[in-house]
């Protein structure tokens, strides 16, 4: 598969990178927004700006409306179908804090809503591949639902006091063998992606480190620690590094003409 030109894949990237922060961040807002009365349960959460009362409402709505407005910009610089596509995310966007109230898989529509941007690249580009776009796509999926498992095996106690559900309360003592499949089901989408869209030696390397840190987190990660499962939380970042370079390095190679 040829390969895009550097000043418009480093423009795109660019968009893409102020699109994940911004939504994300909006994310947070219409999160703290709908837990602003459940966050003041929970030890870990209990300082978060509105349930505190640092930040009243009105003013989260106004910093939600600033988001979605600078949100809207970066959308308007896509093609219009790929525009359509991204518009769509809102509604996960939106409703995703909700399903923590009456399902053990809020992790579920999180990931879905959390992983929309992979569905968008191709298409930001003029390529419509869905063989690539899907598997792309399923492999975040199955990987934001790991470590946010992880993430809510922090707060299972006090979870289970304040009637909030998780895959961390679902899969409990088995949770480390779903990762195990979890793991499988992630490498094998992003194996598969990497396949069709023809990348070379540099995506596979990548990978293989990446693995070799997700069954190291899976190993050690204690989920009955708090502090351990934060750190193996935030650590999944560095994972995410490890993608990015060897997807970086195979891009440079191909571009070099290596292969």
Known sequence: MSSASILSTAWMLSV????AFVMRGAG??????????LDNKVVRTVERPITSGRVSVKQAIIFLGAQLTVGLFVLLQLPLNCFVLGASSLILVATYPLFKRFSYYPQAMLSACFNWGALLGFPAMGIWDWSVMIPLYL?????CMHYDTIYGHQDKKFDVKVGIKSTALAWGAHSKQVFKGLAVAQLCCYSLAGF????GPGFYTGAAFAAYRLVRMIRKVDLNNPDSCQYYFINNI??????????LFDYLMRMMGIY
């Open 28 to 37: 947070c807002t219409i999160n703290d927004l709908w837990d602003r009365d």
């Open 196 to 199: 069709l869209a023809g990348m």
């Open 139 to 143: 492999s975040g999926f199955f990987w």
């Open 238 to 247: 560095k994972t995410g590094h490890v993608f990015w370079m060897g997807i």
């Open 16 to 19: 893409f990178g102020v699109g």
